[in-house]
């Protein structure tokens, strides 16, 4: 049902159901998982931004939002946006689709709307989770958002969430790991190779991880 499957909803002013559910979500989050956050400062205050982070559980893509406070702008898979009471929960909080396998042109022209629109943009360069939580190889469409954006990336390091137990509120497992934004043109790989440019900005995400978890990028 492509219905489910279209825009992102912009600007965020615009998400009334994310506006009126979200505050009491976030604070059953923080009572039911308790999180920290280091490197907030890191955080632009306004304008779109990429934040590139690692996946390592399903609870990843709602507690980093629980704990920037804002909404940030994911790509999903398409088959849940083809489920209608899920597609349009996720359309509502301001999600959009994508082919997970393939070089899916009309998503990452989606996600650079979404900068353009000065929305923070979510980015799990992997592609899908890690099972074994440690980095897997991010995927170069990352880069060429980076590229045809020049938006500033935001890297973000998710730790915890694996064994974060609900109702262990007086724990606090999850640590999201915030490091100082840059640009692609920062990184010093070559520009024409996309593979080159991911793996830099992935890097980026390795650094803030603890040894164990950086995979690849060790």
Known sequence: MTVFAGSPVLPEERLWIWRLLFPIVRALAAFLAPWRLDGAENIPRSGGYILVSNHINWKDPPWIEFALGRAIRYMGKRELFETPVIGFALRAIGA???????????????????????????????????????????????????????????????????????????????????????????????????????????????????????????
């Open 96 to 218: 959009f689709p994508v082919r997970r396998g393939e070089v899916d042109r009309g998503a990452l022209q989606m996600a650079l709307a979404v900068i353009a629109a000065g929305q923070p943009l979510g980015f799990f360069p992997e592609g899908h989770r890690s099972e074994s939580g440690q980095l897997i190889r991010g995927r170069p469409g990352i880069a060429y958002v980076a590229q045809h954006s020049g938006a500033p990336i935001v890297p973000l390091a998710v730790s915890g969430t694996r064994r974060a137990r609900l109702g262990a509120f007086w724990r606090r497992d999850i640590l999201f790991s915030v490091g100082p934004p840059f640009r692609a043109s920062d990184l010093g790989a070559t520009p024409n190779d996309q593979q080159a440019v991911a793996d830099a900005i992935m890097r980026r995400v390795a650094a803030l991880l603890p040894p164990e978890q950086r995979g690849v990028y060790r």
